[in-house]
């Protein structure tokens, strides 16, 4: 049985799909721990949902791409007496560019946050789950992962193909102790992100009906993890993008994957 008031950290929750997650939680009753970078932003979300739904809100900022980010984070969380029940690692950002185009430090520090970060998290913080016989853990991964890479943003897709295996295997390793894993797999989600890597203009050129807002995308991953479901892609548009790379040839998937993606991903590194 879940707890009363579920126990929910959340990263990258300073905006977009993280602080979408932190408002609907907060609404369906849950206390919060929201992490990121920008302190402020954080701040100002907690005393907003405090004001709104009378949640405790834990605000512990951190960089994920710092090594040691982890488990002082969690550290924290212990000192303060705090259980977590809900994993939400929905923190990532895209480096733009070809992979050659960046330095190898930019990459590494994609790979912390996108990929490390949430393993570590995920190792640190399920005992916990496992020990109550109650968890939650949605990896927010992309329809990236399953289609064919791009040129650009080269480690993109990547990073999030592995967090669709990764919660695979979790999700089978812990669902007879109570603790379901999702990997939630939106496409383009109304946000920050595109103004963050500089691809707003050409994003823009996209049609309207390819778009998701990060409440929806939020709604269908709460519903996804409670009903059971391991990996879900958001909204009919990508499900049918999905099943049909599925069953396209690889030589034709990819020609079709670099024809498109010169719409939405850009090939020179912005510093």
């Known amino acids: 049985m879940p707890p009363a008031r579920p126990l929910t950290l959340v990263t990258g929750a300073s905006a977009g799909i993280g602080a979408a997650f932190a408002r609907d939680l907060a609404a369906r009753g849950h206390d919060l721990i929201l992490t990121a970078r920008r302190a402020e932003r954080l701040e100002s979300l907690a005393g907003e949902l405090r004001a709104r739904h009378g949640c405790t809100v834990t605000v512990l900022p951190a960089d994920l ?32 560019g070809t992979f050659e185009a960046n330095e190898w430090a930019t990459h590494e520090a994609f790979i912390r946050v996108l ?16 020990q109550r016989g109650y968890g939650r853990i949605i990896n927010v991964a992309s329809l990236a992962g399953h289609v064919p890479g791009s040129a650009g ?38 946000s920050e992100f595109h103004d963050v890597t500089g691809t707003r203009e050409l994003m823009n050129k996209l049609p309207k009906f390819m778009w998701q807002t990060a409440e929806d995308v939020v709604r269908e991953g709460y519903d996804a993890v409670e009903h059971g479901d391991i990996v879900h892609v958001t909204g009919g548009v990508n499900r049918f993008i999905k099943a049909l790379t599925k069953l396209l040839p690889d030589r034709l998937a990819l020609w079709l994957s670099a024809r498109e993606s010169k719409r939405y991903r850009a090939l020179e590194a912005t510093h």
């Open 65 to 96: 791409a710092d090594p040691q980010a982890v488990h002082a984070l969690c550290d924290a969380i212990a000192q303060r007496g705090l259980a977590v029940d809900w994993l939400v690692n929905n923190a990532g950002y895209g480096v733009p």
């Open 115 to 130: 990929m490390t970060a949430p393993a570590e998290l995920a190792w640190r913080l399920l005992p916990g789950m496992r």
């Open 153 to 190: 943003h080269t480690l993109y897709a990547a990073s999030k193909a592995y967090l669709i295996k990764f919660s695979q295997s979790l999700a089978l390793e812990n669902r007879h102790l109570g603790v379901h894993v999702c990997a939630l797999c939106p496409g383009f989600t109304w």
